[in-house]
């Protein structure tokens, strides 16, 4: 066979390929009648109401030089860690804003961190394609600077997302530039399980965030720029689970469900999405209309306790509270009183549901809380 003759096999194969894609959205469309806010609507459901002193911020954590990238809460106890372009992890105390570490990165550049389970470390991620593991109790070196503890080697392209396996501090899934994500044993710094790369079932560009179920914790969800997000199974690495449609541009961020059965995405498309694990349908998307022609890409998100809110972070600085059910906007943080100057890269929320911390490039964190006799949601 020649050359001209493969070529043209090939242009053919990827036009049928390119018309059975068409096809299966078009079949999705069909079978979406309906999605969860046409059907609360029906049964008379009202939005959650939201007043101007619901939801406040109460601390700003100072601090930063540089962009703030990434945050996580402690599981247990009132402590954050947030990354930033200054190189810098700063763990803070979240009820006095005390800083109580400041660890020197050994790459500046770093895109992600994580707190263990049990609080005891930290993990981070970023350009040098490696994560880096710190103890919060180990001694500092002469500098006073915290050495690191175990560096988790394998990716061969940037650290974008890692998180602990829940209840776990010897297990964290890391998502990467390479297409990969990889199950790590800390313990022996070995790579345990790949998922993805030179499997046909896994992503078909970078994977930029995870998100590990709480309810379930062999189960995650990974977000990445060939718009799609896919499940796994940790233990079945060569085969995604489930392959999920929808978006058309990079999935940012990804975040399961409280009770594990659906998660939401963020895209540079400017919506965010619910999709349930089980069946693999969408089941609501949450866009805001905006008067100008260009749309914010969704940075970041976080679920309440409960589910009922969706809180998230926009690439213009406003920060959203979605009602889940009624898909409506109750409340924009961004246009409130010490609301960030820029956008806003990440937010997170404790472990009880009673407070949200904002990361934004305008280098600072701002903690927010339900005020007055406001029950958390």
Request: include cysteine; aromatic fraction near 8%.
């Given at each position: 066979?020649?050359?001209?003759e493969?070529?043209?096999?090939?242009?053919?194969?990827?036009?049928?390929?390119?018309?059975?894609?068409?096809?299966?959205?078009q079949?999705?469309?069909?079978?979406?009648?309906?999605?969860?806010?046409?059907?609360?609507?029906?049964?008379?459901?009202n939005?959650?109401?939201?007043?101007?002193?619901?939801?406040?911020?109460?601390?700003?954590?100072?601090?930063?030089?540089?962009?703030?990238?990434?945050?996580?809460?402690?599981?247990?106890?009132?402590?954050?860690?947030?990354?930033?372009?200054?190189?810098?992890?700063?763990?803070?105390?979240?009820?006095?804003?005390?800083?109580?570490?400041?660890?020197?990165?050994?790459?500046?550049?770093?895109?992600?961190?994580?707190?263990?389970?049990?609080?005891?470390?930290?993990?981070?991620?970023g350009?040098d394609?490696?994560?880096?593991?710190?103890?919060?109790?180990?001694?500092?070196?002469?500098d006073?600077?915290?050495?690191?503890?175990?560096?988790?080697?394998?990716?061969?392209?940037?650290?974008?997302?890692?998180?602990?396996?829940?209840?776990?501090?010897?297990?964290?899934?890391?998502?990467?530039?390479?297409?990969?994500?990889?199950?790590?044993?800390?313990?022996?710094?070995?790579?345990?399980?790949?998922?993805?790369?030179?499997?046909?079932s896994?992503?078909?560009?970078?994977?930029?965030?995870?998100?590990?179920?709480?309810?379930?914790?062999?189960?995650?969800?990974?977000?990445?720029?060939?718009?799609?997000?896919?499940?796994?199974?940790?233990?079945?690495?060569?085969?995604?689970?489930?392959?999920?449609?929808?978006?058309?541009?990079?999935?940012?961020?990804?975040?399961f469900?409280?009770?594990?059965?659906?998660?939401?995405?963020?895209?540079?498309?400017?919506?965010?999405?619910?999709?349930?694990?089980?069946?693999?349908?969408?089941?609501?998307?949450?866009?805001q209309?905006?008067?100008?022609?260009?749309?914010?890409?969704?940075?970041?998100?976080?679920?309440?306790?409960?589910?009922?809110?969706?809180?998230v972070?926009?690439?213009?600085?406003?920060?959203?509270?979605?009602?889940?059910?009624?898909?409506?906007?109750?409340?924009?943080?961004?246009?409130?009183?010490?609301?960030?100057?820029?956008?806003?890269?990440?937010?997170?929320?404790?472990?009880?549901?009673?407070?949200?911390?904002?990361?934004?490039?305008?280098?600072?964190?701002?903690?927010?809380?339900?005020?007055?006799?406001?029950?958390?949601?």
């Amino acid at each position: 066979m020649s050359v001209s003759e493969l070529k043209e096999r090939h242009v053919a194969a990827i036009e049928t390929v390119n018309s059975l894609r068409e096809q299966l959205k078009q079949k999705r469309r069909l079978l979406l009648d309906t999605d969860i806010a046409g059907y609360a609507r029906e049964q008379g459901r009202n939005p959650v109401s939201f007043g101007p002193t619901d939801l406040v911020c109460c601390r700003i954590l100072q601090g930063h030089t540089g962009k703030v990238y990434s945050l996580d809460w402690t599981p247990e106890k009132n402590k954050i860690v947030s990354a930033s372009q200054d190189g810098r992890l700063i763990v803070w105390n979240a009820l006095t804003s005390q800083k109580t570490h400041a660890i020197k990165l050994p790459c500046a550049w770093v895109m992600t961190c994580a707190f263990s389970p049990a609080g005891q470390s930290v993990a981070c991620g970023g350009l040098d394609s490696v994560c880096s593991i710190f103890n919060l109790n180990s001694p500092t070196d002469k500098d006073g600077n915290l050495t690191v503890s175990r560096m988790l080697s394998g990716h061969k392209g940037y650290v974008s997302s890692c998180q602990y396996v829940p209840d776990e501090d010897t297990h964290l899934i890391t998502s990467s530039g390479d297409k990969t994500c990889v199950l790590w044993d800390i313990t022996t710094g070995l790579r345990t399980s790949v998922f993805g790369g030179e499997f046909q079932s896994g992503h078909t560009a970078d994977v930029l965030s995870v998100s590990i179920s709480r309810s379930n914790s062999r189960m995650f969800v990974s977000g990445s720029c060939d718009s799609t997000a896919r499940l796994w199974d940790t233990r079945v690495a060569s085969r995604a689970v489930r392959t999920f449609h929808g978006h058309e541009g990079d999935v940012n961020t990804v975040k399961f469900f409280p009770d594990g059965n659906r998660f939401g995405t963020g895209s540079d498309d400017g919506t965010c999405r619910l999709f349930d694990v089980r069946t693999g349908h969408q089941l609501q998307v949450f866009y805001q209309q905006h008067g100008d022609d260009e749309i914010p890409h969704v940075t970041s998100i976080a679920f309440s306790i409960s589910g009922r809110l969706l809180f998230v972070g926009y690439s213009n600085g406003d920060c959203y509270v979605w009602d889940t059910l009624l898909a409506e906007v109750v409340l924009n943080l961004g246009s409130m009183q010490n609301s960030h100057e820029a956008r806003i890269s990440c937010l997170g929320l404790s472990a009880d549901g009673s407070a949200l911390c904002t990361g934004s490039w305008d280098t600072n964190l701002k903690i927010w809380a339900f005020g007055g006799h406001r029950k958390i949601i």
